[in-house]
């Protein structure tokens, strides 16, 4: 009942009603959120950032087989993991308070492998030399992430939410994703100008 009543208030609601909705969703997301779950995992992977920062490890100085076996420790470890935690939650057909109590858990963990094995990736292609105009243009977006983030929101809401298009649960996940990639691949070239 309540994922319809969203739906029909994305779809058809004014722009006052859409606001009004999500300032109450997102007050108790970033309230409970950040007491519960942002000050511990977001505070602990800086730390560890930083540590790895320090070590060299962010700079693709280190050895190739360094990289190499931090790709294959951190996807051997954490790939695992968030596959059974995606599993898992399709098996649960994503419920809520499934995932809050057990589906969260795996992914939480294994999330930490499968980013270091994507660190050691991306400083391998560094070191290669290979791609370096890929590179440079995800650097130009990287310097413009907050105004990469407002515009990406922006475009987004209009196409879905009622004040613009109304496309909200109305389109399939492959539209979504490809829309997603169209719009990820207009600011990149936007970030270069």
Same mark, same amino acid.
């Given at each position: 009942?309540?994922?319809?009543?969203?739906?029909?208030?994305?779809?058809?609601?004014?722009?006052?009603?859409?606001?009004?909705?999500?300032?109450?969703?997102?007050?108790?997301?970033?309230?409970?959120?950040?007491?519960?779950?942002?000050?511990?995992?977001?505070?602990?992977?800086?730390?560890?950032?930083?540590?790895?920062?320090?070590?060299?490890?962010?700079?693709?100085?280190?050895?190739?087989?360094?990289?190499?076996? +931090?790709?294959?420790?951190? *996807? #051997? /470890?954490?790939?695992?993991? &968030?596959?059974?935690?995606?599993?898992? %939650?399709?098996?649960?057909?994503?419920?809520? +308070?499934?995932?809050?109590? *057990? #589906? /969260?858990?795996?992914?939480? &963990?294994?999330?930490?492998?499968?980013? %270091?094995?994507?660190?050691?990736?991306?400083? +391998?292609?560094?070191?290669?030399?290979?791609?370096?105009?890929?590179?440079?243009?995800?650097?130009?977006?990287?310097?413009?992430?907050?105004?990469?983030?407002?515009?990406?929101?922006?475009?987004?809401?209009?196409?879905?939410?009622?004040?613009?298009?109304?496309?909200?649960?109305?389109?399939?996940?492959?539209?979504?994703?490809?829309?997603?990639?169209?719009?990820?691949?207009?600011?990149?070239?936007?970030?270069?100008?």
């Amino acid at each position: 009942e309540g994922i319809q009543e969203n739906v029909e208030l994305y779809r058809d609601g004014s722009y006052g009603e859409i606001f009004v909705e999500r300032a109450k969703f997102v007050m108790m997301f970033q309230v409970g959120g950040f007491f519960t779950f942002a000050i511990w995992r977001p505070g602990g992977l800086m730390l560890i950032g930083m540590a790895l920062m320090r070590l060299g490890v962010f700079s693709a100085r280190r050895s190739r087989s360094f990289y190499l076996r +931090l790709a294959a420790g951190g *996807y #051997g /470890i954490g790939l695992p993991m &968030v596959l059974c935690s995606a599993y898992f %939650l399709t098996a649960h057909q994503w419920d809520g +308070l499934y995932f809050m109590k *057990y #589906g /969260i858990h795996w992914n939480y &963990v294994g999330s930490l492998g499968v980013a %270091l094995g994507h660190v050691a990736v991306l400083m +391998l292609v560094i070191q290669s030399g290979a791609l370096r105009g890929l590179l440079d243009r995800l650097q130009a977006t990287g310097r413009m992430a907050f105004t990469n983030y407002l515009s990406q929101t922006v475009v987004m809401t209009t196409i879905f939410y009622s004040y613009g298009l109304g496309l909200y649960g109305e389109t399939d996940p492959t539209f979504a994703a490809l829309l997603t990639i169209v719009v990820y691949l207009a600011q990149i070239r936007f970030s270069q100008s």
